[in-house]
């Protein structure tokens, strides 16, 4: 008879990081701006412009992906994002962020 010591933990299996190109269209630009995956910053801009792109390599399972945004848009002007996700397989999806003054949102993009 099998106890649970003779049975192996599962095994995590990390998914291999991918090629992703993000484009970012903002209707006013942030003061400062930074992307997160996985809790770890990939990407960060101080004073971007209207549209900022940039490409990326993550783990991108099959389920998508969690990306966490982090803006200081001015304070008392209602701002928005049009983000642009080209996936591995050149897939686009698209998304959107309204904000005023320091805002974090979290996309989930499949």
Same mark, same amino acid.
């Given at each position: 008879? *099998?106890?649970? +010591? ?5 095994? #995590?299996?990390?998914?291999? %990081?991918?090629?992703?190109? #993000?484009? =970012? /269209? ?5 003061? @400062? ?8 910053? &990939?990407?960060?801009?101080? %004073?971007?412009?209207?549209? =900022?792109?940039?490409? *990326? @390599? *993550? ?5 998508? &992906? /969690? *990306? ?10 209602? +701002? +928005? %994002?049009? &983000?642009?996700?080209? /996936?591995?397989?050149? %897939?686009?999806?698209?998304?959107? =962020?309204?904000?005023?003054?320091? @805002?974090?949102? &979290?996309? @989930?993009?499949?």
């Amino acid at each position: 008879m *099998l106890s649970a +010591s003779d049975v192996a933990p599962p095994k #995590l299996v990390e998914k291999p %990081a991918q090629p992703v190109h #993000l484009q =970012i /269209d903002f209707t006013t630009p942030p003061k @400062t701006f930074r992307l997160l995956s996985l809790g770890k910053e &990939v990407w960060n801009e101080s %004073a971007p412009g209207e549209t =900022i792109e940039h490409d *990326l @390599t *993550l783990a991108y399972p099959k389920e998508g &992906v /969690d *990306l966490q945004f982090e803006l200081s848009w001015p304070e008392n002007v209602r +701002s +928005s %994002a049009r &983000v642009r996700l080209t /996936d591995p397989q050149g %897939a686009e999806h698209e998304k959107g =962020i309204w904000g005023s003054g320091p @805002t974090t949102e &979290v996309l @989930t993009f499949p």
